[in-house]
């Protein structure tokens, strides 16, 4: 019996590790992967909505290569949207304004993006881990 319940729960592990690497690569995946079809769509409107509109206010995108510790808390920050990331460093070639208001609101708003979509992959890891409904 105790072998069984291993069995179940490395399985779940597994799950749960697609489940949040998908979730990570496209905002909402994990949760679609679960059957979860309300929270996967919020979560991609949510996520997408956020990112999308702080790089149309040219928000400064953190590269890997920042100078400092508040860099590269924003890098990592960043790299939680997923997708949505790889597309800004193609896509972002007239580079951040930050000389006005709305560059630093879209830098913040990018960041809360892929903060986000972190909680969003925390709770598809935690669905699929049987821990959560």
Sequence with gaps: MAEEQHKTEG???ALATVVAV?????PGLGHLLLRKW???LVYFLAVGTLAVTGLALRGNIFS???GDAFDMLGFLADLGTGVFYLVSRI???????????????GTRLFATAGVLNLLCVLDAHEIARGRKT
């Design 91 to 105: 896509i972002e070639n007239g580079g951040p304004d930050v000389s006005r208001a709305a560059g630093d609101y």
């Design 11 to 13: 399985g779940s592990a």
């Design 64 to 66: 890997a290569l920042g």
């Design 22 to 26: 998908a979730g990570w690569l496209v």
């Design 38 to 40: 309300t929270r996967a």
